[in-house]
Protein backbone atom coordinates (compact mmCIF):
# COMPACT_ATOMS: atom_id res chain seq x y z
CA UNK A 1 0.00 0.00 0.00
CA UNK A 2 1.29 3.63 -0.65
CA UNK A 3 1.65 6.26 2.25
CA UNK A 4 -1.15 8.02 0.85
CA UNK A 5 -3.90 4.81 1.15
CA UNK A 6 -2.38 3.84 4.06
CA UNK A 7 -2.96 6.94 5.44
CA UNK A 8 -6.27 7.49 4.05
CA UNK A 9 -7.50 3.46 5.12
CA UNK A 10 -6.09 4.75 8.63
CA UNK A 11 -8.12 8.05 8.99
CA UNK A 12 -11.02 6.45 8.13
CA UNK A 13 -10.20 3.90 10.84
CA UNK A 14 -9.50 6.54 13.39
CA UNK A 15 -12.85 8.61 12.50
CA UNK A 16 -14.73 5.30 13.13
CA UNK A 17 -12.81 4.71 16.09
CA UNK A 18 -13.65 8.47 17.05
CA UNK A 19 -16.97 9.13 16.09
CA UNK A 20 -19.97 9.93 18.34
CA UNK A 21 -21.63 6.62 17.75
CA UNK A 22 -18.71 4.51 17.82
CA UNK A 23 -16.90 1.44 19.43
CA UNK A 24 -15.79 3.55 22.44
CA UNK A 25 -19.66 4.68 23.47
CA UNK A 26 -22.83 2.51 24.39
CA UNK A 27 -24.26 4.22 21.10
CA UNK A 28 -22.64 1.50 19.41
CA UNK A 29 -22.27 -1.20 22.17
CA UNK A 30 -26.38 -1.18 23.20
CA UNK A 31 -27.84 -2.35 19.10
CA UNK A 32 -25.22 -4.89 18.98
CA UNK A 33 -26.61 -6.47 22.01
CA UNK A 34 -30.48 -5.69 20.94
CA UNK A 35 -29.46 -7.52 18.25
CA UNK A 36 -30.07 -10.63 20.48
CA UNK A 37 -34.11 -9.65 20.41
CA UNK A 38 -33.67 -9.97 16.78
CA UNK A 39 -32.45 -13.11 17.18
CA UNK A 40 -35.10 -14.34 19.89
CA UNK A 41 -38.11 -13.25 17.58
CA UNK A 42 -36.49 -15.91 14.67
CA UNK A 43 -36.19 -18.40 17.08
CA UNK A 44 -39.86 -18.12 18.25
CA UNK A 45 -40.67 -19.09 14.36
CA UNK A 46 -40.14 -22.91 15.93
CA UNK A 47 -42.60 -22.20 18.54
CA UNK A 48 -46.43 -23.10 17.97
CA UNK A 49 -48.94 -19.94 17.23
CA UNK A 50 -50.92 -20.82 20.28
CA UNK A 51 -48.02 -20.78 22.68
CA UNK A 52 -46.81 -17.29 21.29
CA UNK A 53 -47.84 -14.35 23.95
CA UNK A 54 -49.47 -11.49 22.37
CA UNK A 55 -48.78 -8.81 25.08
CA UNK A 56 -44.61 -9.84 24.67
CA UNK A 57 -44.82 -9.71 20.90
CA UNK A 58 -46.99 -6.02 21.15
CA UNK A 59 -44.89 -4.81 23.51
CA UNK A 60 -41.88 -5.47 21.35
CA UNK A 61 -43.49 -4.07 18.46
CA UNK A 62 -44.27 -1.30 19.83
CA UNK A 63 -40.78 -0.58 21.22
CA UNK A 64 -39.39 -1.24 18.60
CA UNK A 65 -40.96 0.96 15.85
CA UNK A 66 -41.38 3.81 18.94
CA UNK A 67 -37.25 3.53 19.30
CA UNK A 68 -36.76 3.75 15.44
CA UNK A 69 -38.42 7.27 15.48
CA UNK A 70 -35.96 8.33 18.55
CA UNK A 71 -32.62 7.04 17.88
CA UNK A 72 -33.18 9.23 14.28
CA UNK A 73 -34.05 12.23 16.52
CA UNK A 74 -30.94 11.97 19.29
CA UNK A 75 -27.87 13.25 18.92
CA UNK A 76 -25.95 11.67 17.18
CA UNK A 77 -28.23 10.16 15.05
CA UNK A 78 -27.89 6.44 15.66
CA UNK A 79 -28.09 4.71 12.14
CA UNK A 80 -27.42 0.81 13.81
CA UNK A 81 -30.06 1.70 16.44
CA UNK A 82 -32.40 2.46 14.09
CA UNK A 83 -32.07 -0.46 12.33
CA UNK A 84 -32.03 -2.98 14.86
CA UNK A 85 -34.97 -1.36 16.26
CA UNK A 86 -36.92 -1.59 13.00
CA UNK A 87 -35.75 -5.38 12.90
CA UNK A 88 -37.05 -5.65 16.59
CA UNK A 89 -40.52 -4.31 15.86
CA UNK A 90 -40.85 -6.30 12.50
CA UNK A 91 -39.97 -9.31 14.27
CA UNK A 92 -42.55 -8.63 17.37
CA UNK A 93 -45.14 -7.64 14.05
CA UNK A 94 -44.90 -11.25 12.37
CA UNK A 95 -45.47 -13.08 15.57
CA UNK A 96 -48.38 -10.90 16.11
CA UNK A 97 -49.57 -11.84 12.44
CA UNK A 98 -49.21 -15.58 13.22
CA UNK A 99 -51.18 -15.06 16.47
CA UNK A 100 -53.83 -13.74 15.08
CA UNK A 101 -54.18 -15.98 11.54
CA UNK A 102 -54.00 -19.28 14.09
CA UNK A 103 -56.86 -17.58 16.10
CA UNK A 104 -58.82 -17.06 13.28
CA UNK A 105 -58.37 -20.19 11.34
CA UNK A 106 -56.55 -22.32 13.87
CA UNK A 107 -53.99 -22.82 11.57
CA UNK A 108 -50.34 -21.83 11.55
CA UNK A 109 -49.32 -20.61 8.70
CA UNK A 110 -45.07 -21.12 9.95
CA UNK A 111 -45.87 -24.54 10.78
CA UNK A 112 -47.89 -25.64 8.15
CA UNK A 113 -44.83 -24.69 5.80
CA UNK A 114 -41.96 -25.83 7.51
CA UNK A 115 -43.07 -28.49 9.86
CA UNK A 116 -42.80 -28.84 13.33
CA UNK A 117 -39.60 -28.52 14.94
CA UNK A 118 -37.58 -31.56 14.44
CA UNK A 119 -36.06 -31.49 18.08
CA UNK A 120 -35.01 -34.58 20.38
CA UNK A 121 -37.89 -33.27 22.63
CA UNK A 122 -40.23 -32.85 19.88
CA UNK A 123 -39.50 -36.82 18.49
CA UNK A 124 -39.56 -37.81 22.18
CA UNK A 125 -43.03 -36.42 23.02
CA UNK A 126 -44.82 -38.44 20.08
CA UNK A 127 -46.37 -41.49 20.37
CA UNK A 128 -46.06 -44.49 18.27
CA UNK A 129 -48.59 -47.14 17.93
CA UNK A 130 -47.78 -50.69 18.29
CA UNK A 131 -47.82 -53.23 15.77
CA UNK A 132 -50.98 -54.52 15.59
CA UNK A 133 -51.38 -58.21 14.76
CA UNK A 134 -54.57 -60.64 14.24
CA UNK A 135 -55.24 -63.69 16.00
CA UNK A 136 -55.84 -66.33 13.20
Known amino acids: MSGAAASAGASRFQ ?3 N ?3 GPKTVFFWAPMMKWCLV ?3 LKD ?3 PAEKLSVSQNLALTATGFIWVRYSLVITPINYSLAAVNFFV ?3 GLGQLSRIWYYRKTQQD ?3 AYFGPASSPA ?3 TTQKSAPTTSAA
Open 19 to 21: HPA
Open 109 to 111: PVM
Open 122 to 124: ASS
Open 89 to 91: GST
Open 45 to 47: LSR
Open 39 to 41: AAG
Open 15 to 17: SFM
